[in-house]
């Protein structure tokens, strides 16, 4: 039962892995889509608050 166990710990934290790597991805481009249209359209742009205020600060989610 052990060994059951930990092997699937082990799939769990590879697949999370995996996944936090394609949000972090996904993220990181996202973000770099919006500065690149800040920089053609300048103030036309409207702020996307999520992308805006900082992330998570004292226990408070973005």
Known sequence: MRDDIDKERKFMLKAW??????????????????????????????EISAIEEPPMLEGKAA
Request: charged share 15%.
């Open 17 to 46: 892995a995996k996944r936090e790597a394609q949000v972090s991805s996904m993220i990181e481009s996202t973000v770099g889509v919006v500065g690149d249209l800040h920089g053609i359209m300048g103030q036309a742009l409207p």
